[in-house]
């Protein structure tokens, strides 16, 4: 795993300032990065700031190269990395994306890393079945591959248009709740993911793991959280957010990560030292099917994780995916073209 460097240091160099949580930033913050801020002070981001920055931050600079030729798709957008994401997200992202080459990603990782739905060419269009209207579809409809597994008879599905000449997401926040959300209900959890991601789930509805997702802070399994603006980091500019409803926890295995245990699995699977860890595995851990806790919020300073605000609940079982799966009531396709 390449070693991140510190946002102080990217200050000192000739690199474009990156946007980081809890550092004063050095000037006025540009409006590249002011449309990935919150007006209401809670921000969601650790970085927000051009790729090539990003990727000096996360020593894998010798990706800039494929924002330099223009034979590749990738440019010097600016984008924001969640708090709580595993090292390298930036890059797996724009790997799903189809910006980075399977080739580059097998030297990053030292180890062949092959394309998953991303190779297929529809996976990064929106369904064109889809309107800005919801509307119940099967989910053999939207995804033609997809196994019917546990899901709904139906699931409503719509496209929206990203607000605003910079696509400003607390604009887009505010515009999904009022627009989609508010008519919902309560009880709801959002995932954020890529376009060719959900394709894939749709078939096999199970998280992919391999060596770019093992870092995830709860280890592997499927991600939700409470908090849509989470879901909208994890999304980006051009993902889909998925929106489970009143998921039937009762039968399942449960464990609420809290004080010493989330201490511990987090610093596990984040690759910090753990001292006699076979001792201070969470209880039921070898029979659960969800996991629950707070998103951890990282201290640039220290280097330490801190459970943050807002909680997120994972399944890590076949019995927890289902329960996901079943629970499945809408999903959203953003659009940020103009």
Sequence with gaps: MRDERDILDLYATDYQ???AAGIEFPGVIPEEISQYLYEDGEQVSLFIGPLSSLFWLEGVEELEELIRDPA???????????????????????FEEGKIPATFMDKIYEEPVRRQASALSYASSIPPNLTTTPTQN?????????????????????KTKLKGKKNNRDENYVDLMNTFINS??????????????????????APLVSSYTLQ???GPGLYATSSLKYALDYAGPDGVILIFKDVDFRPLVKIDLAGEDWRTTV????????????????????????????ISVKDLRSKQRVPGPDSQVVGVSYAGLNAFASALHMIIWLDSSR
């Design 184 to 205: 919902l209900g309560g009880n709801l959890l959002y995932k954020g993911l890529s376009r060719p991601s959900i394709v894939s789930l749709a078939s096999l509805f």
């Design 267 to 294: 610093d596990y699977w984040t690759g910090a030292t753990v001292s006699n860890v076979s001792e201070r595995v969470p209880a039921l851990w070898e029979r659960s099917d969800i996991l629950q806790g707070q």
């Design 72 to 94: 590749y798709v990738l440019t010097d957008e600016y984008r924001s990395i969640p708090q709580g994401s595993p090292r390298l997200w930036i890059v797996s992202i724009l």
């Design 17 to 19: 300032p990156v946007w």
């Design 216 to 218: 995830n802070e709860f």
């Design 138 to 158: 099967r989910i053999q409809d939207v995804f033609p591959f997809a196994r019917l597994q546990s899901f709904p008879p139906t699931i409503s599905c719509v």
